[in-house]
């Protein structure tokens, strides 16, 4: 048993989730869906290799979404996870993690980016898992 009372089994996608592209692609009709794909389009590869992983996680394991945020003037990829013992993840556009700002048992991150509560300005939601 893992955190959160989640438990490994096979690393099947499940076929409620998917990725805004996958969904919109077929469905483009509003400026708004075409906004979304255009979003994950312009993602850095190796973002979307990222994403596309989460889809081979349990539901109750994967994450809730992907935000982009500004961080010291550059575009960051805050990852919240599915419960709050889990650290929520910081990466930067060539997916090196940064830090945890928040999450694990402490509620406090991992101490490595202290500021980024404070000094990151919110983008968009860039994908959402769809549990």
């Not at 929520?88 to 101490?111: I, Q, S």
Request: net charge positive; aromatic share 10%.
């Amino acid at each position: 048993m893992l955190s959160c009372g989640s438990t490994k089994s096979n690393g099947s996608v499940a076929n409620t989730d998917s990725v805004i592209v996958a969904q919109s692609l077929e469905k483009i009709k509003s400026d708004s869906l075409k906004a979304e794909v255009a979003d994950y389009v312009a993602l850095p590869s190796c973002l979307k290799n990222k994403i596309d992983s989460f889809k081979l996680k349990e539901v109750h394991e994967r994450p809730q979404s992907v935000i982009e945020y500004m961080y010291k003037n550059k575009k960051v990829y805050y990852v919240v996870m599915p419960c709050c013992d889990f650290y929520n993840e910081v990466y930067d556009a060539n997916c090196r993690y940064l830090g945890a700002p928040d999450g694990g048992f402490t509620g406090k991150g991992d101490g490595k980016i202290p500021d980024f509560i404070a000094e990151a300005k919110p983008g968009k939601v860039i994908w959402k898992s769809t549990k």
